[in-house]
């Protein structure tokens, strides 16, 4: 998810040439006397692309040599000024260092980004600027100044997108748990485009842009459901989600770019297996004993046999550390019924049925229509 697609590279490099190019030399630095070291700044890079997937790690160094006291010992303070206009610096951020022996500026991908929106409100992003830059040195003992020649330099900073989306809703495998929000995988060429696929049951969904946290969100439009919207605190817009009318498999594609949503049916079933587990069923909870249903139809799967007065629930897998999704009753001790209705997910809440007593069982249940029933013979 760190990389940028080839054709965007060499875009930038040849944007690089360009900037590098009307970059031009500026005039000689004005130095007083002659001894120690001439005042210049330096760049550790010839040009500069921040990248929001490389947030985190460092990018570019600042640095300038400690300019020339004469011999005399006086420290020496620094200012350094950097303006995207041209060399005059005439709107300049001005940065007063102060008296230091690191003479260092550290940006990471993220901090240069952040950084020069807040020094240059509106910079364009994702487009090379030239950063002119100098340093002055002010000898403290008598207030003579040296000044560095310019350097310029090409930045280019990231326009902030989202890098990371998550599905959550009941519809999706793991429910409302915000901190087990479903991760969606970024394409490897269109990085704002993420998708998935897999089960998608009968209810609703909307997208996290970070898992265990409601903000800031993804939500359906009020009038086009393949359209998103941006939603960054709870009063940005309603919180109208996407609806699943059937259970099956989907592919989900988001693009965050473009504020799009594509969901596709693949067809197929379901489930392949059900099973029924519990201590109302001849095998208990011993999941090497597990009762599986009849697959009776595309959804639709059935058993007939005896129960014994207790609970159960219908695994989707064979998963003996309980990890697996599945056919929950909509809560706990839920009666038997013909026209009863299931939640499908994977852990809490861990509701079953109550089987009230024992005898021959009658077993239907429906995955197209979310239905079940439940009914002694």
């Not at 640095?63 to 420290?75: E, I, K, V, Y």
């Not at 969100?217 to 699943?244: A, G, H, L």
Request: proline share 4%; net charge negative.
């Amino acid at each position: 998810m760190q990389r940028i697609h080839r054709k965007v590279i060499l875009w930038l490099m040849a944007l690089t040439s360009l900037i590098i190019v009307s970059c031009k030399d500026k005039n000689t630095p004005v130095y007083l006397g002659t001894e120690g070291t001439p005042l210049e700044v330096r760049s550790s890079l010839d040009s500069v692309i921040s990248l929001q997937r490389q947030a985190d790690q460092t990018l570019w160094q600042i640095t300038w040599t400690s300019g020339d006291n004469h011999g005399t010992g006086s420290a020496i303070s620094y200012t350094l000024e950097i303006d995207t206009l041209d060399e005059t610096f005439t709107h300049a951020k001005v940065l007063s260092i102060g008296k230091t022996s690191a003479r260092t500026i550290v940006f990471t991908h993220r901090s240069l980004a952040d950084t020069m929106r807040v020094w240059f409100p509106g910079i364009s992003e994702e487009k090379f600027v030239p950063l002119y830059i100098r340093a002055r040195a002010t000898l403290l003992s008598n207030n003579e100044e040296q000044v560095s020649p310019t350097i310029c330099v090409p930045v280019n900073i990231y326009r902030p997108r989202t890098i990371s989306l998550y599905m959550v809703g009941d519809a999706t495998p793991n429910g409302w748990d915000s901190q087990k929000a479903t991760a969606m995988v970024a394409a490897n060429e269109q990085w704002t485009r993420f998708a998935w696929e897999g089960l998608l049951r009968k209810g609703e969904y909307k997208f996290l842009v970070t898992a265990g946290s409601w903000y800031p969100c993804y939500v359906r439009d009020t009038m086009d459901s393949n359209k998103m919207v941006y939603r960054k605190v709870e009063t940005d817009y309603p919180d109208f989600k996407w609806q699943i009318d059937k259970t099956g498999q989907y592919k989900v594609v988001a693009d965050v770019e473009n504020l799009t949503l594509e969901v596709t049916s693949l067809g197929g079933e379901a489930y392949s297996h059900l099973y029924m587990i519990g201590d109302a069923t001849s095998g208990g909870w011993d999941w090497g004993k597990v009762t599986e249903l009849v697959h009776a139809g595309t959804d639709l799967f059935t058993w007939e046999g005896t129960l014994a007065k207790g609970e159960i629930k219908f695994p989707t897998e064979i998963q003996p550390d309980w990890s697996g999704e599945m056919l929950y009753a909509p809560q706990a001790n839920c009666e038997p019924s013909a026209n009863g209705t299931y939640d499908a997910h994977r852990g809490a809440p861990d509701n079953k049925w109550l089987i009230p007593s024992s005898g021959i069982w009658s077993i239907r249940i429906d995955i197209a229509s979310n239905t079940i029933s439940i009914v002694k013979q």
